[in-house]
């Protein structure tokens, strides 16, 4: 289930996420999956429209960067990251993301504690977890960037969760 859809998926796959990210996700509460792994730790939840959300966070860390996969019915989905935001709340379209010598144009939104990076492709977060993190600009926000760093053990957190979402 990590292939990337149609344009028509990957849209409500991003609003999958802005669900998730309010807090009105799902049927369920998270469940835990796996035993984790060196400060992350994994949930899976099955969302109103049968979709599944498997969300790995680094526990050991302040900003508790979480990373996330929203797999869709039709074996489409997207991922999607956060990080703690404290007093960001909106959404900046075109803001960037960059890692792994590469920059990316996404939208993110923040509830004025987090930031939810949304409309990952899977390759790409299998680039962002080998890098260990990313930086990022919000656009239009002065002093609106940073680093979210993922740790040493994000490329094997990823694998947990694309079991989780295969599973």
Not at 37 to 42: I, Q, R, T, V
Not at 106 to 128: A, K, W, Y
Not at 157 to 163: E, F, G, I, T, V
Request: with cysteine; charged share 15%.
């Amino acid at each position: 289930m990590r292939v990337s859809g149609t344009t028509g998926a990957r849209v409500t796959a991003l609003a999958l996420a802005g669900l998730i990210a309010s807090g009105q996700s799902g049927q369920t509460t998270p469940a835990a999956f796996g035993s984790g792994l060196a400060g992350w730790s994994f949930t899976r939840e099955t969302l109103q429209d049968g979709s599944v959300d498997c969300r790995a966070t680094l526990q050991a860390d302040a900003q508790a960067p979480a990373m996330g996969f929203v797999a869709t019915p039709d074996d489409s989905g997207v991922g999607y990251f956060t990080a703690a935001g404290p007093g960001f709340s909106g959404t900046w379209a075109e803001s960037e993301m960059t890692a792994a010598g590469a920059a990316d144009r996404l939208t993110v939104s923040g509830d004025g504690q987090r930031l939810m990076f949304n409309g990952i492709d899977p390759v790409r977060m299998e680039d962002i977890a080998k890098a260990g993190g990313f930086t990022y600009l919000l656009t239009g926000v002065a002093n609106g960037g940073g680093r979210v760093d993922l740790g040493p053990h994000a490329a094997e957190a990823l694998k947990m969760l694309w079991d989780c979402t295969d599973g």
